[in-house]
């Protein structure tokens, strides 16, 4: 589900469980979250994150990123990001 206005637009993630880290990637934007259950590694221009339910994340999306679910439950985020039609 999204829902998008002029400047933002936001949406529910479901990141299942993988073996392997994700692929890098960089979007001209921002984008902030928020994990409801399960927990991820987050890489933000080399650097990792791990996050749980109830953490929040801010990304700069001009940097690489990626998002990594390496626990055995998926993870759940709503997410916001700007601009609305990246």
């Given amino acids: 589900m999204a829902v998008h206005n002029a ?6 993630k479901l990141i299942n469980p993988v073996p392997a880290p994700a692929r890098s990637c960089v979007i001209r934007a921002k984008k902030t979250g928020t ?5 991820i590694t987050l ?3 080399g650097e990792h994150y791990h996050l749980s339910a109830g953490e929040s994340y801010v990304i700069d999306t001009g940097l690489p990123h990626s998002f990594t679910n390496r626990a055995e439950i998926p993870c759940r985020i709503v997410s916001a990001h700007t601009p609305a039609n990246f």
């Fill in 43 to 45: 890489v933000i221009n």
């Fill in 35 to 39: 994990l409801l259950e399960g927990e």
């Fill in 7 to 12: 400047r933002w637009a936001c949406c529910w």
